[in-house]
T-cell receptor, first 113, second 112 residues
Framework: AQSVTQPDIHITVSEGASLELRCNYSYGATPYLFWYVQSPGQGLQLLLKYFSGDTLVQGIKGFEAEFKRSQSSFNLRKPSVHWSDAAEYFCAVCVSGTYKYIFGTGTRLKVLA | NAGVTQTPKFRVLKTGQSMTLLCAQDMNHEYMYWYRQDPGMGLRLIHYSVGEGTTAKGEVPDGYNVSRLKKQNFLLGLESAAPSQTSVYFC???????????FGPGTRLTVL
């Protein structure tokens, strides 16, 4: 069965530090992969997505993610975190042909001033 | 262009009561989804629809029913609410040929 694992429930970084959020998936074929961000009390907003092609994808707000097939990973990165990046981040896999998403359990990011 | 809207934003029910959550989208999307979000469990798909008049079960459909009578609306019903249905409910929609989902702001439901 398909699954998405975000091993870090909470991450705390200082403002200006680099960030990497981990995401591993279990899926038989090449997946469609997504990162969403959720601010407190809000819905989810798409940061970036990977369908095919270049394995390094750029998103909004200065985020990027790299698809590594050999590691079944799609880690999210940002070189310099801003206080406004404090939020919860969700990785998701789309099940090809069904348009259904499988979400990870989320990583809550705290940013220290 | 309002995107995806949800009504109501908050609701408190007593066990056994019924209610309907309304989701509306103005992007002419074919696909619509209902999720529930619980702490430590991410988002779980309740039901989804691939077009007007069609619905399908997701991961956690028990206790919920849905209808898609109009393309722009997707209703989620709770016939007899239970405390286990206390959650935040999100609606989402997407194009038929693009997998990006657009989310509504959520409905926080408490069942006492």
């Amino acid at each position: 069965a398909q699954s998405v694992t975000q091993p870090d429930i909470h991450i705390t970084v200082s403002e200006g530090a680099s960030l990497e959020l981990r995401c591993n998936y279990s899926y038989g074929a090449t997946p469609y992969l997504f990162w969403y961000v959720q601010s407190p009390g809000q819905g989810l907003q798409l940061l970036l997505k990977y369908f095919s092609g270049d394995t390094l994808v750029q998103g909004i707000k200065g985020f990027e993610a790299e698809f590594k097939r050999s590691q079944s990973s799609f880690n999210l990165r940002k070189p310099s975190v801003h206080w406004s990046d404090a939020a919860e981040y969700f990785c998701a896999v789309c099940v090809s042909g069904t348009y259904k998403y499988i979400f990870g359990t989320g990583t809550r990011l705290k940013v220290l001033a | 262009n309002a995107g995806v809207t949800q009504t109501p934003k908050f609701r408190v029910l007593k066990t056994g009561q019924s209610m309907t959550l309304l989701c509306a989208q103005d992007m002419n999307h074919e696909y619509m989804y209902w999720y529930r979000q619980d702490p430590g469990m991410g988002l779980r798909l309740i039901h989804y629809s691939v077009g007007e008049g069609t619905t399908a079960k997701g991961e956690v459909p028990d206790g919920y029913n849905v209808s898609r009578l109009k393309k722009q609306n997707f209703l989620l019903g709770l016939e007899s609410a239970a405390p286990s249905q206390t959650s935040v409910y999100f609606c989402a929609s997407s194009y038929q040929t693009d997998y990006e989902q657009f989310f509504g702001p959520g409905t926080r439901l408490t069942v006492l």
